[in-house]
């Protein structure tokens, strides 16, 4: 039944593309057997800025005036992944209360949405693959050895590409103290492997408890998720210490339960990296939505 549900959201996703032709203007020709474009939106002034309709938004892609249509959100199952940091530093009560954060958020989804959760610690691995979402996200935590020195961008790489295993709006929840000093991964592979992902990217920073000769905080490395989760539209909240980790989890979820979702038919003959900008017109408020996409043959 849950399986189902989603593929009957993803054939409704098919018909509204067919149906935008129609209900745009007359030269705005949509191909249904190319693949939707996706746009995950947050609109914000003060909190977020609640019942706006299509007529409200402007999208734009590459320059140009696209058409769209605004999806339902809750009819578009979710495929949520879990990158979890068990290094060293997330020892003892921090893993304790990430495992109880990362259940809370997943026992709060439906059962059209999947889950699954990637460890990183000296190496990338997974520990629960995509099924739907239950408390055993966090067990799955709780039970996974981890500790020594940090791989966090192989992490975060092995993540977008286990991403392509779940069915439905792609979600990657990233939990990480900022450090790494072991991963093969290059700034330039993970930049490109997040703009050629559909991914809205979440992290939640949580400073090492206890500096070490091997641990060290490394500036360049945050600065660098956070302009990566920028790049996709997402957030980044950084806590002050252990006790606030489940109240992240919460604030993430609040931000997924009240974004927008734009869909639109991408041009065929476009090729790489696609620029997108969304406004909402008339209105003073902060809008994250991801910058571009890649465009493949």
Request: hydrophobic letters at 45%.
């Amino acid at each position: 039944m849950r399986r189902s549900r989603a593929l009957a959201a993803r054939a409704g996703l098919a018909v509204v593309l067919a149906s935008l032709g129609a209900q745009g203007d007359a030269g705005a020709q949509f191909r249904v057997e190319t693949r939707a474009v996706l746009v995950d939106i947050s609109v914000t002034r003060d909190g977020p800025v609640r019942g706006l309709q299509a007529k409200d938004f402007e999208l734009s892609v590459a320059g140009e005036p696209k058409e769209f249509r605004l999806l339902d959100p809750n009819s578009l199952p979710l495929a949520v992944l879990f990158a979890m940091d068990v290094s060293a530093s997330t020892a003892g009560e921090r893993r304790r209360r990430l495992a109880a954060g990362a259940r809370q958020f997943a026992g709060a989804l439906t059962e059209d949405d999947d889950c699954a959760v990637v460890a990183f610690s000296n190496r990338a691995s997974w520990v629960r693959e995509f099924a739907s979402c239950s408390g055993e996200v966090g067990d799955g935590l709780l039970q996974t050895g981890g500790g020594g020195a940090t791989a966090l961008w192989d992490g975060v790489v092995m993540s977008l590409a286990a991403l392509h295993w779940g069915s439905g709006r792609p979600v990657l929840l990233l939990f990480t103290d900022g450090l790494d000093n072991l991963s093969w991964a290059r700034e330039r592979h993970i930049r490109s492997s997040v703009q050629a992902s559909e991914v809205l990217l979440y992290s939640i920073i949580a400073p090492a408890p206890r500096p070490s000769r091997i641990l060290r905080t490394d500036r360049e490395g945050i600065e660098l998720l956070e302009e990566l989760v920028r790049t996709t539209g997402g957030r980044s909240v950084t806590i002050r210490s252990d006790a606030d980790l489940e109240e992240a989890f919460r604030e993430v979820l609040r931000d997924l339960r009240v974004r927008y979702v734009l869909a639109f038919s991408p041009d065929p003959g476009r090729r790489g990296f696609v620029p997108i900008q969304v406004r909402v017109k008339e209105r003073r408020v902060r809008v994250r939505a991801r910058e571009g996409y890649t465009a493949r043959p």
